[in-house]
């Protein structure tokens, strides 16, 4: 994950982010399912950039799968990607707040409806546990311009 301020201007001006979602099936076995997955949030005006790529790992029964990764007619996404952003939200949050830049939306894939029906379906976010997260700021100059996270 990755999170540059483009822009220093401050003020209460108000952005919108523009998404760019990109899928990727990398395995499939029965009730299993491993996507990458990479994910690009930018602001207009343009004052930030995030980042966010990795593997998911859906598992369930077949037909279920296969809803997750229908595409949602509102949002223009599979569905997938609502289980993908709420686990990236955090992170995005927290690095927001060391750029001093404003956080991205909490429910930017969510369409009004509640969400699709899938029961029994689990959707694990990084393919391995991480042995470790380090985050990196550059604070070279007066105001903090990017900040990385790394699982190691």
């Known amino acids: 994950m990755v999170g540059v301020r483009l822009d220093v201007k401050g003020g209460a001006e108000t952005v919108n982010f523009d998404v760019k979602a990109k899928l990727e099936e990398k395995e499939r076995k029965s009730q299993m399912v491993i996507v990458s997955f990479a994910l690009s949030l930018t602001t207009k005006p343009s004052v930030v950039k995030f980042e966010v790529e990795g593997m998911a790992t859906l598992t369930g029964k077949d037909p279920e799968i296969k809803k997750m990764l229908e595409v949602d007619p509102e949002t223009k996404v599979p569905h997938v990607f609502e289980r993908v952003y709420q686990n990236a939200f955090t992170a995005m949050y927290l690095m927001s707040t060391i750029l001093n830049t404003p956080p991205p939306p909490q429910d930017l894939f969510f369409s009004g409806k509640k ?14 546990a991480p042995e470790g997260v380090t985050v990196q700021v550059d604070t070279s100059n007066e105001r903090t311009n990017e900040a990385s996270v790394t699982n190691k």
Not at 115 to 124: L, M, Q, R
Request: aromatic share 0%; hydrophobic share 45%; glycine share 14%.
């Open 115 to 128: 969400g699709i029906p899938v029961e029994d379906i689990s959707v694990e976010v990084g393919a391995k």
